[in-house]
C-alpha cells in the first residue's frame, strides 16, 4: 500500500505540470541524445551511447515514481480545515522560548515543501511536534542542536 500524499489543488497542478515536461520534453531530448550517440559507431565501445541510456533510464524512473506520487495524491478541501490546530494544510505562527525569535511556517506535504517560502513538509520533526496543537500551547520539539520549546502563538490558513 502507497502512502497518501495530500495537497492543495495548486500543488496538483504543479505535480502534473512537470510530470507532462518530463514526458512531453525530456523523454524528446534522451531519445535524441541515444539516437545521436547511436549514429557514433561502435555501440560495443561507446561511453556515450552508455551514458545517454543510463540517463534515460533514470528519467523514466522519475516518470514513474511521479506517476505514483500523482496517483496516491488527495486534495485537501481547504475549506474543511479546522484551524483551532495545527494540521496538514495550516499555517503556523511559532515563538522559539528560549530566544524569543518568532517563525512562521505553513504546513504541507512533502511534494510542496519549500523552506525559502516557509512551507515545511509535515514529516519534518518540527511540523511532526507542532501538529494538533492549540494557539497558546507550548511544544517541546528535538532537532538537530537538540532540544527546543517552540509556543504556539497564531494559526491561520495558508493563503
Not at 522559539?96 to 512562521?104: F, I, P, Q, Y
Not at 509535515?122 to 532540544?147: E, H, R
Request: aromatic share 4%; proline share 2%; glycine share 4%.
Amino acid at each position: 500500500m502507497s502512502k497518501l500524499n495530500y495537497v492543495t489543488a495548486e500543488g496538483l497542478k504543479k505535480l502534473k505540470d512537470e510530470l507532462d515536461q518530463l514526458k512531453t520534453v525530456e523523454r524528446r531530448k534522451a531519445s535524441q541524445a541515444i539516437a545521436e550517440a547511436r549514429d557514433k559507431g561502435d555501440l560495443s565501445e561507446n561511453a556515450e551511447y552508455d551514458a545517454a541510456k543510463e540517463a534515460q533510464g533514470l528519467l523514466e524512473l522519475r516518470i514513474s515514481k511521479m506517476e505514483q506520487l500523482i496517483q496516491n495524491s488527495r486534495v485537501i478541501d481547504e475549506s474543511k480545515i479546522d484551524f483551532s490546530k495545527v494540521q496538514i494544510m495550516t499555517k503556523v505562527k511559532i515563538r522559539n522560548s528560549k530566544n524569543k525569535a518568532v517563525m512562521e511556517y505553513s504546513i504541507v506535504s512533502e511534494s510542496e515543501a519549500d523552506l525559502k517560502q516557509q512551507k515545511i513538509a509535515v514529516s519534518t520533526p518540527i511540523a511532526k511536534g507542532l501538529l494538533g496543537k492549540k494557539v497558546g500551547d507550548k511544544a517541546l520539539i528535538q532537532v538537530p542542536a537538540g532540544n527546543v520549546e517552540f509556543e504556539i502563538l497564531e494559526i491561520s490558513p495558508m493563503n
